[in-house]
């Protein structure tokens, strides 16, 4: 199979390449550096893997690139942490919709006169901003408040583009939903600012590798947003790759949706703990502070996995523990570097 992948210098797409490279497929991967800058992959030079630099709100270069393929997965977007929410909001939501609405005018094109199959779209859990049950099944989007961020609200609306272009069109489609991706390769983005933590400037606004880099670089007591009782499901890049792969393929898949993710919830204190205890051990009490929470820092985010389970036979097998011990040294690596 030959799959287009937008986005494909991202965090997550970084994963998803290299399992479908493995897999034997062919992939085109299309990105526009604009929020890491350059960046080199493990398999920037594979035979079966083509990169183009471009943006992916060009609509014709997008016809002709998802015409060649059997399968697209659209996963460009601007994104960040919670602090990038609030300093581009308008932006996240008027250039992702741009995104959005290219990608489906060419899998339509591509699936009306070519032979594309399916579009696989990239949501998020920011789609379950306003939830207000837990765990949160799939079917809940449908009956809880919309995001109050603009980001969480356009990631909506991917979904509705997806579930109204199989109305109109017949395109089929699969809603993926990963749920706090943590693992290696997210950089410095090009627009993050500067976040003052405590004595420690922070620029990835993700709170794995922030804890991970202000416990390294000595911060005591630790810095945390508001009382640090935020409930969040981190999950591994590589399993979240391996559930949207499936899920591409899985003939169970097509019009559905599906939460990818770990079931195990983990508070921020309990996660700032358990990196403190891996880089300090005994030999330093672990103390905290708060610092003032933002907006749309969402207190408590537990996906419903059920559906992916027994529909997909997905489930996401990675403890938080086992991916803190590949976090925590890429980390220091990083910041030796000067990257973080």
């Not at 670089?217 to 508001?226: A, E, R």
Request: hydrophobic fraction near 40%; include cysteine; glycine fraction near 8%.
């Amino acid at each position: 199979m030959k799959v287009l992948i937008t986005g494909s210098a991202g965090f997550i797409a970084g994963y998803l390449v290299q399992q479908l490279l493995e897999a034997g497929h062919e992939v085109i991967g299309l990105d526009n550096y604009s929020k890491y800058g350059a960046v080199e992959r493990s398999y920037q030079n594979h035979p079966a893997y083509r990169f183009i630099e471009a943006d992916a709100r060009d609509v014709e270069l997008m016809k002709e690139l998802a015409s060649e393929c059997d399968h697209f997965i659209a996963c460009a977007a601007r994104i960040g942490g919670i602090s990038y929410f609030h300093e581009y909001a308008y932006d996240l939501l008027a250039e992702n919709e741009r995104i959005t609405a290219a990608a489906f005018d060419a899998a339509l094109h591509a699936f009306k006169h070519h032979k594309l199959q399916k579009i696989t779209v990239l949501s998020s859990s920011m789609v379950f901003e306003n939830a207000t049950v837990f765990p949160s099944p799939e079917a809940h989007v449908h009956e809880c408040p919309p995001p109050t961020s603009t980001y969480g609200f356009q990631k909506l609306a991917c979904e509705y583009f997806a579930r109204g272009a199989w109305e109109q069109y017949q395109l089929p489609y699969t809603i993926c939903r990963p749920f706090n991706c943590v693992g290696v390769g997210e950089s410095r983005a090009l627009g993050d600012k500067d976040i003052p933590s405590g004595n420690i400037k922070l620029a990835m606004s993700h709170v794995v590798p922030d804890l991970v880099q202000k416990i390294l670089k000595g911060q005591d007591p630790l810095h945390v947003l508001g009382a640090g009782n935020q409930v969040r499901c981190y999950t591994y890049g590589g399993d979240l790759a391996r559930g949207i792969i499936t899920a591409m393929f899985h003939p169970a898949a097509h019009n559905e949706d599906f939460n990818l993710s770990t079931p195990v919830a983990t508070t921020v204190l309990e996660l700032g703990e358990l990196i403190w205890r891996k880089v300090h051990g005994d030999s330093k009490p672990f103390r905290t502070v708060s610092d003032p929470p933002y907006p749309h820092d969402v207190q408590m985010r537990i996906p419903e996995t059920r559906k992916a389970r027994e529909v997909l036979g997905f489930e996401a097998s990675t403890g938080l523990s086992e991916v803190l011990d590949e976090v925590i040294p890429w980390v220091e690596r990083e910041i030796a570097e000067n990257r973080i």
